[in-house]
């Protein structure tokens, strides 16, 4: 019957994150929050419109759900997590004709399937040297990804979770015994911290209070200035990196906007 229409990757992952929405589409964007004045000002989603009811998004998740449990994309089935996914095998038009040998191979879902976090697709253009079509080629793929953001993002498993278990929490909070010069040290952070595995935000905060929190993520601090932070790098909710260096720029007083205007 032919293929007749063409989507980009964004259009084909706007589609399927209105059905892990309940059939609501929502604008894409690339910025997650913005920072002003040492203030997080979140981008709220934004609905674009309803593309199809509730029953209907209901129903095709139960459909993607049997694609990877059963059909072409098993091999992008999670342990502990329920996926949704779709295979895609799409000959390339050359020369005014569809190649029987040339194709891009795709595979769009999204995770955990009845209560989703991220949604991701993963389109292989021209596969060579083995299988050429979506669920075995770019399958897998989206298997790594979003084991990946999983963890990332904090997301435990939805099949058969392991029962959580209590511990004490060390959040670097000053113990009884602390010194009253350093029980005088301000800690101020105008932006929260963001999910595990991001760098905090160290505003405000003293060398030394600053430099203990790097140490505790694996990381090694540069410090320039006195006083207390007031700019750093990386920023802050980027990732963690191992052995990496967070640079400080500190200086005697700390600054305080006149005005915190929503940018």
Known sequence: MGYQVGVTPLQMISAVSSVANGGEMIEPRVIRAVYHDNRRYAVQPKTVRRTISADTAVTLTTIMEGVVERGTGRLAQMPGYSVAGKTGTAAKLVNGRYSTSDYNASFVGFVPSRNPAVAIIVVTDSPHGGPTTGGPV????????????????????????TTPVLVARDDGAPSTHTSSADASEPVVSLVADGPPGTVPDFSGLSAREAVRRIVKLGMNASVAGDGFVISQDPAPGLPIEDDGV?????????RHPASAARP
């Open 246 to 254: 967070c640079h400080l720029v500190l200086e005697r007083l700390p």
């Open 138 to 161: 770019s399958g897998p793929v989206f298997k790594r990804i979003a084991e990946a953001t999983l963890q990332y993002l904090g997301v435990g498993a939805t099949i058969n979770p």
